[in-house]
């Protein structure tokens, strides 16, 4: 990792390049090395590079040289004195680098991979198996690096659309949500919403089992067809309210096009997704206003709330009042 910082000798920089010169795979392993180095993986190489020599040196051991071989070893050593370094060291090196890689790689397999978005972020993510994710923005999941032998498992805090790819084996794909739900499907597409009060899962293709535990931990299960709508609301006293109903899917994943479409849809419930995806708090001078509906499209801009806010108080022919550090929407 010394050498990605820039932090090598020049002929410490030369072994490193030809042992990534010597292999493809090498070189898209140092790659992967430096678009995943965190701290504690770095903590990890450089341990396992101080043991290198001792690797070595047991190696070494094991390799039965004659002596002819080695006296032409120190011939040829003797003819390129201009070399930098000596092929014994250079082969040590790259034996050295070539165990910490493979050790690097089964330890960094079984990790746990975090992803996570900012205020207005999207991002595409491609898991393991292949499937597909779209992150919306304050979203959040985790999955294991590789699912050789890990199931096909992914926790969602936030807002994500899923594509999940089926397999021959048929491989089932759960997402857990915070609030002790999770969905299991084989192969399909579903946008899910899972923030502090509220969960929504909406099916645009496929099928879904939903498992929903209740305060004594009995989970229930229900099953969806593409279009259907599952919402709980957490905010209930006794058991988290249980809202289904047949809807355009489009309307729940329009956001991963750059854009929201409208279906009938509220203000109330638009101002709660500004909010949830970016971190903006709009007001309305009268609680009415909250359940004005509209249809139709408005372009999202990533990062650019302010804008996306004058787009909805245009579109509902409403006037934005910026009132002691407060967003209000009025007549």
């Known amino acids: 990792m010394l050498y990605f910082r820039g932090k090598c000798t020049t002929a410490e920089e030369a072994m490193v390049e030809v042992w990534m010169s010597e292999n493809p795979f ?25 043991s290198k020599n001792d690797i070595w040196n047991n190696t070494f051991q094991e390799i039965n040289i004659t002596g002819d071989e080695k006296s032409l070893k120190i011939e040829k050593r003797t003819k390129h004195k ?39 972020q999207i991002q595409h993510i491609t898991l393991p198996d292949s499937s597909k994710v779209v992150l919306n923005g304050n979203s959040k999941i985790k999955y294991h690096r590789s699912w050789d032998k890990n199931p096909r498992e992914i ?16 491989a089932r794909f759960t997402v857990h949500l915070s609030s002790g739900k999770k969905i ?10 899972n923030r502090e009060n509220h969960d929504c899962v909406v099916l645009k293709s496929g099928s879904i089992k939903l498992s929903l535990p209740d305060k004594k931990g009995i989970e229930k299960e229900i099953y969806l067809k593409p279009g259907d709508l599952i919402e709980t609301d957490q905010t209930a006293v006794e058991q988290a309210e249980i809202k289904k109903a047949s809807v355009n899917p489009e309307t729940y994943y329009s956001w991963t096009k750059g854009k929201w479409t409208l279906d009938g849809t509220s203000l109330g419930e638009m101002l709660v997704h500004v909010e949830e995806n970016y971190g903006v708090h709009v007001e309305v001078a009268d609680d009415k206003l909250l359940k004005k509906r509209l249809s139709g499209s408005i372009p999202l801009s990533e990062n650019n709330p302010a804008l996306l806010i004058e787009d909805i108080a245009q579109l509902f022919e409403l006037q934005l009042v910026k009132k002691n550090n407060k967003l209000i929407l009025a007549e």
């Open 155 to 170: 926790w969602l805090e936030g807002e994500a659309f899923f594509s999940v790819t089926h397999l021959k084996n048929n």
């Open 184 to 193: 299991e499907v084989l192969g399909t597409e579903f946008n899910v919403i």
């Open 82 to 120: 201009s070399i930098d370094f000596n092929w014994t060291s250079l082969a040590a090196v790259l034996i050295g680098i070539t165990i910490v890689a493979f050790c690097f790689f089964f330890y960094s397999k079984n990790k746990s991979i975090e992803i996570a978005t900012e205020f207005g």
């Open 26 to 50: 090498h070189s898209e392993l140092a790659d992967q090395w430096l678009m995943e180095l965190d701290e504690e993986n770095e903590a990890l190489l450089v341990e396992l590079a101080i």
